[in-house]
């Protein structure tokens, strides 16, 4: 174990992170390879979806690990958990705005495909209603563990109308580039937040961990994840025109 202030940052969070958008952009390429025509390949199965899976298990699961971080902070500064709630609602806020931002493009570039609730939707939603389980584990586990098995309910869930989409229920037909409905994908959230709250509780490191920070491959992961948000925003439009033009 080993102590910290509220100011300092685990940087094999930050690290994971960067592998993680890695692991997206990596699977984003070949699947604009397939998008465009330029490849024929199968990104539904075999090595192609473990990498796309991972990299959205990783950057989501991260995202409930760093909440019970931000929590932390806030129980050690003693401040209003109103504010902590506040500061909740205006980062889940901004993250759904970047995925109706996404929205928008999508749905004036694209032909089919226009992306109604991405992963960026998810996050933001889910940000917000992660505040009531960031201080408990084993309620969270429950839920989490529910809500992720859940999903396999809502594989078949269809409807007539598109308004349960955030939810997970689709309309017959529904096409869609990226699709994060909260179940099962909250769930994953939520074990990231039992997983933050076993690992890091009182922001503390509850277990070894090597001193390895100042490695040249560490301290870029960590940077790529310091940036992940903003990788993530920009990379699909780099790739997509890097490929028309060379190719």
Known sequence: MMDRTSKERFFEVDALRGIAIILMVIYHFFYDLDFLGIA????????????????????????????????????????????????????????????????????????KGTIYFGIL??????????????????????????????????ETAYADFPWLLWLGIKPHGFYTLDYFPLVPWFGVVLLGVFTGNSLYSGYQRKFRMCECKSNAVVRLLVYLGKKSLLIYLVHQPVIVGLLLILV
Request: glycine share 10%; hydrophobic share 55%; no cysteine.
């Open 40 to 111: 024929d390949l199968d990104m539904n199965s075999g090595l192609l979806l473990i990498v796309g899976r991972s990299a959205a298990i990783l950057f989501i699961l991260l995202v409930g690990v760093s909440l019970t971080l931000s929590n932390s902070r806030y129980v050690l500064a003693r401040r209003d958990a109103r504010g902590q709630f506040a500061h909740l609602l205006r980062r889940g806020t901004g993250i759904f705005s970047w995925g109706l931002l996404i929205t928008v493009v999508t749905a004036t570039v694209l032909e």
């Open 121 to 154: 939707h998810m996050i933001g939603i889910s940000i917000i209603l992660a505040y009531p389980f960031l201080k408990y584990r084993s309620l969270t586990l429950l839920a989490g563990v529910v809500v992720l098995f859940s999903g396999f309910f809502m």
